[in-house]
């Protein structure tokens, strides 16, 4: 299914990215040490396994797009591991090798531990955030300063003091934004909710609450990209000025009112049903072929018609219904809809009139003549 909401095609698209880049980091790690003379053990298997994972992980995701965050978790957490069991291993030979300096074998671990705390800030909520980056901190990166302050002469080294400010002040500073880039993500999200109920306000007429002319357009403008399988229904209530004119304005609404709310009981969830203007109303079908889209048509004639609304009596509508074509654009199909409204109108209305391209082909040839 097609993620339609902006923030999580960008979860997900960010996933993906994260996904890749590991992916690629491990790879590139797998064959760097592949090509070294020596390479240790934990050099020759532990990019490989990662490699592996993210692999899984990423094909996983795009088989199941609604598992991302349990596949973002698990790749967190693998990304934490493998930072982990490289830190203990080097620092633990370090103290054990008195020979053998911590800074002259330590990996640029340093880094890929400030992506992650980064990456967890995305990716999980603020609180669970802000312990897990500080766990990841305490297993990664402690271990690594216990052991340069208790050796002066590896601390003040080059590479000590490039290490200790970046498992230090540098994380530091990446774990006092946590607050604030989820209170900037919040200000977002509530700008975007707002925003989608301003587009739903315009997008709805204020008296049928159903989809005004614009909004309709725009769904209609879908419908003929995806060509397949989809009906277009207009329907005209019979009559109406009459009924303004003998009960009055508010009972014309209240007819209007009435009809909207039948419509919304009787037509599918993935039906797209508008007030068109005035008493035109429009609707768009999926999934249905000729056939069954005038039985439909039929039976929402039936709707409007078999029951009285109150105080007007019985109402009656006339139908227009056609198929979308390959070749429709929003004018054709709108032309094609509206001449079978017509001819449904000059056959006496309260009735269904299937407008097929062929037919419209031959009034015009006939109208030439």
Not at 74 to 103: D, E, K, N
Not at 145 to 164: A, C, I, N, T
Not at 207 to 228: D, S
Request: charged share 20%; net charge neutral.
């Amino acid at each position: 299914m097609p993620i339609r909401d902006p923030g999580e095609r960008f979860f997900r698209n960010t996933a993906l990215a994260m996904l890749l880049l590991a992916l690629f980091a491990s790879g590139s790690a797998t064959i760097i040490h592949l090509l070294e003379p020596e390479p240790m053990l934990l050099d020759q298997t532990l990019p490989p396994v990662m490699t592996l994972v993210y692999s899984v992980l990423l094909l996983t995701l795009r088989l199941r797009p609604s598992w991302i965050m349990s596949i973002t978790r698990i790749a967190l957490g693998a990304s934490i591991a493998a930072l982990t069991i490289p830190t203990w291993i080097y620092v633990v030979g370090a103290y054990g090798s008195p020979g053998l300096r911590l800074v002259d074998t330590f990996p640029p671990i340093s880094i890929a531990l400030i992506v992650v705390i980064v990456l967890i800030m995305i990716f999980l909520p603020a609180k669970q955030a802000f312990v897990t980056a500080s766990v990841a901190w305490i297993i990664v990166a402690l271990p690594v300063l216990g052991y340069l302050f208790g050796h002066p002469d590896e601390l003040w080294s080059s590479r000590g003091k490039d290490m200790v400010i970046s498992f230090g002040p540098a994380f530091l500073v990446v774990l006092v934004l946590i607050p604030f880039h989820r209170g900037l993500q919040n200000k977002v999200e509530r700008l975007h909710a707002d925003h989608e109920h301003m587009q739903s306000v315009a997008d709805l007429d204020p008296l049928t609450r159903l989809y005004n002319r614009r909004a309709c357009e725009r769904h209609l403008q879908q419908a003929l990209i995806e060509g397949c399988r989809v009906g277009v229904v207009l329907f005209d209530i019979d009559h109406f000025k009459k009924i303004n004119d003998t009960y009055g304005h508010p009972a014309g609404d209240a007819v209007l009112k009435e009809i909207a709310e039948r419509f919304n009981q009787a037509i599918r969830k993935d039906g797209c049903l508008s007030r068109w203007g005035g008493e035109e109303f429009l609707m768009i079908l999926r999934r249905v072929d000729e056939s069954s889209l005038k039985g439909i048509g039929e039976r929402l004639r039936q709707v409007i018609s078999e029951e009285p609304i109150d105080c007007v009596g019985r109402v009656t509508a006339s139908f227009g219904v056609t198929m979308v074509r390959p070749m429709d654009t929003l004018s054709t199909i709108l032309d094609r809809v509206d001449r079978g409204l017509y001819q449904a109108k000059a056959s006496g209305r309260d009735c269904v009139i299937y407008m097929s391209a062929e037919h419209c082909q031959q009034q015009d040839e006939l109208s030439e003549v």
